[in-house]
């Protein structure tokens, strides 16, 4: 039997009640089927998955393993895959119809590139609502250009897609990484080969409440104390693998880009210990230096404006800032009453 072209990789853990819209969101791809392998790899569901997908034998390859994390699940199915492409899909997520052949099409306009992403479409389940874009897309070689290396967005694995002789270099991923597992691939694909970005809209990311990645609130800390944790472990691992491979992390652009991690990091961990007047100062004083790339020039000011501000109100009351500048660009806008 020949090779697949694609290997599409569903990773589940739990998501029963997702993972059929996810694998039918495939199948129903206007893509030659003998050019495609889907593989389901579920990291240790206690749920019904395993009887949900029995419908798909034949359709599919099902590989079942302990649970161990986003990162074993990937190990395990770029093992086995076959194909010189591999797309990734989350179990509860699901693609819109015409994504593979969009990103099969540009492979094959650009030989030289090791992945391809598109566009977001978000799902919020809660509110029944979808919403588009919002992030920025690039293509190219990232780093040789600083100001897009530091505009560049790592997306979902839903929307990724990538060589598979490119992905060698990259592999296998640092188990550690239960969560974020694609944040690996995705930011160091681009000091290896060229990247493609589609603005069209391919794939569903669906926020129900349970991600374990996006879900921030304070009823989750657990959930969100492995979220700094993996993110620690995540950018520890890029540092090492630019090192051994020649790179020094003092060169301007890479000192920038791993500061805006750092910041990132330090945003998330004041949810859990708010910092104080000072420290929440300094911080947005180096946000707005080192996001400056990202920022219009409003936004830029105003993060030096809140800094100042944040002096005055601290951290748990920064809101108000922002509530005082929309309640006085209002007066101002209001029109003259009638004397």
Same mark, same amino acid.
């Given at each position: 039997?020949?090779?697949?072209?694609?290997?599409?990789?569903?990773? !589940?853990?739990? =998501?029963?009640?997702?993972?059929?819209?996810?694998?039918?969101?495939?199948?129903?791809?206007?893509? &030659?089927?003998?050019?495609?392998?889907?593989?389901?790899?579920?990291?240790?569901?206690?749920?019904?998955?395993?009887?949900?997908?029995?419908? =798909?034998?034949?359709?599919?390859?099902?590989?079942?393993?302990? *649970? %161990?994390?986003?990162?074993?699940?990937? *190990?395990?199915?770029?093992?086995?895959?076959?194909?010189?492409?591999?797309?990734?899909?989350?179990?509860?997520? =699901?693609?819109?119809? %015409?994504?593979?052949?969009?990103?099969?099409? /540009?492979?094959?306009?650009?030989?030289?590139?090791?992945?391809?992403?598109?566009?977001?479409?978000?799902?919020?389940?809660?509110? @029944?609502?979808?919403?588009?874009?919002?992030?920025?897309?690039?293509?190219?070689?990232?780093?040789?250009?600083?100001?897009?290396?530091?505009?560049?967005?790592?997306?979902?694995?839903?929307?990724?897609?990538?060589?598979? *002789?490119?992905? /060698?270099?990259?592999?296998?991923?640092?188990? !550690?990484?239960?969560?974020?597992?694609?944040?690996?691939?995705?930011?160091?694909?681009?000091?290896? !080969?060229?990247?493609?970005?589609? &603005?069209?809209?391919?794939?569903? =990311?669906?926020?129900?409440?349970?991600?374990?990645?996006?879900?921030?609130?304070?009823? *989750?800390?657990? $959930?969100?104390?492995?979220?700094?944790?993996?993110?620690?472990?995540?950018?520890?691992?890029?540092?090492?693998?630019?090192?051994?491979?020649?790179?020094?992390?003092?060169?301007?652009?890479?000192?920038?880009?791993?500061?805006?991690?750092?910041?990132?990091?330090? @945003?998330?961990?004041?949810?859990?210990?708010? #910092?104080?007047?000072?420290?929440?100062?300094?911080?947005?004083?180096?946000?707005?230096?080192?996001?400056?790339?990202?920022?219009?020039? $409003?936004?830029?000011?105003?993060?030096?404006?809140?800094?100042?501000?944040?002096?005055?109100?601290?951290?748990?009351?920064?809101?108000?800032?922002?509530?005082?500048?929309?309640?006085?660009?209002?007066?101002?806008?209001? #029109?003259?009453?009638?004397?």
């Amino acid at each position: 039997m020949a090779r697949p072209l694609v290997t599409v990789l569903i990773d !589940t853990y739990n =998501y029963g009640h997702y993972i059929e819209e996810a694998i039918e969101s495939v199948l129903s791809q206007d893509f &030659p089927p003998e050019q495609m392998e889907i593989l389901v790899v579920d990291d240790g569901s206690t749920d019904d998955t395993a009887e949900r997908v029995k419908k =798909y034998d034949g359709k599919i390859r099902y590989l079942w393993k302990p *649970n %161990g994390g986003q990162a074993s699940a990937f *190990n395990l199915g770029l093992r086995r895959a076959c194909g010189e492409i591999v797309a990734f899909l989350d179990a509860d997520d =699901y693609w819109l119809p %015409g994504k593979l052949r969009r990103v099969v099409e /540009e492979f094959e306009k650009h030989p030289e590139a090791g992945m391809v992403y598109h566009g977001i479409r978000q799902f919020n389940a809660r509110q @029944g609502t979808f919403e588009d874009g919002g992030l920025p897309l690039l293509s190219g070689f990232i780093p040789s250009n600083m100001k897009d290396l530091l505009n560049y967005v790592l997306y979902p694995t839903s929307f990724l897609a990538f060589r598979r *002789n490119a992905l /060698e270099f990259l592999l296998p991923i640092p188990e !550690t990484l239960t969560i974020q597992a694609d944040a690996h691939l995705s930011g160091l694909i681009i000091f290896l !080969t060229p990247i493609v970005g589609l &603005p069209e809209c391919l794939a569903v =990311y669906r926020v129900h409440g349970q991600n374990l990645f996006s879900d921030r609130s304070e009823a *989750n800390k657990p $959930r969100y104390e492995l979220r700094l944790r993996t993110r620690r472990e995540l950018v520890d691992g890029m540092k090492a693998w630019l090192t051994k491979r020649g790179y020094s992390l003092k060169q301007p652009n890479l000192r920038m880009l791993f500061k805006q991690w750092d910041l990132a990091q330090e @945003g998330d961990e004041f949810a859990i210990d708010p #910092p104080g007047r000072i420290k929440f100062s300094r911080h947005l004083v180096e946000y707005a230096h080192y996001y400056g790339p990202r920022m219009t020039w $409003r936004h830029h000011a105003v993060t030096y404006v809140n800094a100042a501000g944040s002096l005055v109100v601290g951290y748990k009351n920064a809101h108000r800032l922002d509530e005082w500048r929309v309640a006085i660009k209002r007066v101002f806008q209001e #029109p003259p009453r009638p004397m």
